[in-house]
């Protein structure tokens, strides 16, 4: 199994600003993910961290709000643009690798906007 | 196209008694299927997981789920509760079974609640 984990683990911030997390997993991994789960709400794919080339976005989501960067096989970024306080939700990454069908997920980032 | 119901937003029982999280899905493919367990103020952690090897699937913490696919069903058991299984579940389906590739679609959860 794979250990992931985020930085920064909670946030507050204002309007219009924008926030970048982290998340490192311990192994190479071969997909990357990054999820939002809304208050109350269930986990909804962001997008794919791909490796050296653009993420793959999920309908709903694009780049110049949530762009990332995926620099190599074991770190992955995600910032969240001009935000807004419907941006409040927690942000989730998870990871697998080579031949597995298993996602191991960090542990999240509270990202409050005020 | 693909989706999973998780058919009750809350579930309480007692401690000591059995506990029953149920999920349909719905998938085009033969699916892989897992259940995560979220704890407040943590992360997602994997339960236990189906990829078509046998139907009843133990998993931590003494859960078990079985693959019924004439009901389409992966229904999470554990035969008496505890205190600290008090979390939220969500049951979990992929596409592409053994691909590093498949995306993962969630249930809605279910908050179990465990009384002493």
């Known amino acids: 199994s794979a250990v992931i984990s985020q930085k920064p683990s909670r946030d507050i911030c204002q309007r219009g600003t924008s926030l970048t997390i982290q998340c490192q997993v311990d192994?190479?991994?071969?997909?990357m993910f990054w999820y939002r789960q809304q208050p109350g709400q269930s986990l909804t794919l962001i997008a794919t961290?791909?490796?050296?080339?653009?993420?793959?976005?999920e309908s709903g989501f694009v780049i110049d709000k949530f762009p990332i960067s995926r620099p190599n096989l074991t770190f992955s970024t995600l910032t969240v643009s001009n935000m807004s306080p419907e941006d409040s939700s927690i942000y989730l990454c998870?990871?697998?690798?080579?031949?597995?069908?298993?996602?191991?997920f960090g542990p999240g980032t509270r990202l409050t906007v005020l | 196209a693909q989706s999973v119901t998780q058919l009750d937003s809350h579930v309480s029982v007692s401690e000591g008694t059995p506990v029953l999280l149920r999920c349909n899905y719905s998938?085009?493919?033969?699916?892989?299927l897992f259940w995560y367990v979220q704890h407040p103020n943590k992360g997602l952690q994997l339960l236990l997981k189906?990829?078509?090897?046998?139907?009843l699937v133990k998993g931590i913490n003494g859960f078990e789920a079985e693959f019924k696919k004439s009901e389409t069903s992966f229904h999470l058991t554990k035969p008496s509760a505890h205190m600290s299984d008090a979390a939220e579940y969500f049951c979990?389906?992929?596409?592409?079974?053994?691909?590093?590739?498949?995306?993962?679609?969630f249930g809605r959860g279910t908050q179990l609640t465990v009384w002493p």
């Open positions: 998870s990871g697998s690798g080579q031949g597995a069908d298993t996602q191991y």
């Open positions: 192994s190479q991994v071969t997909m």
């Open positions: 961290a791909n490796q050296g080339s653009e993420a793959t976005y």
């Open positions: 998938s085009s493919y033969s699916p892989s």
């Open positions: 189906y990829t078509s090897a046998a139907t």
């Open positions: 979990v389906v992929s596409v592409d079974r053994g691909s590093t590739l498949g995306r993962l679609y």
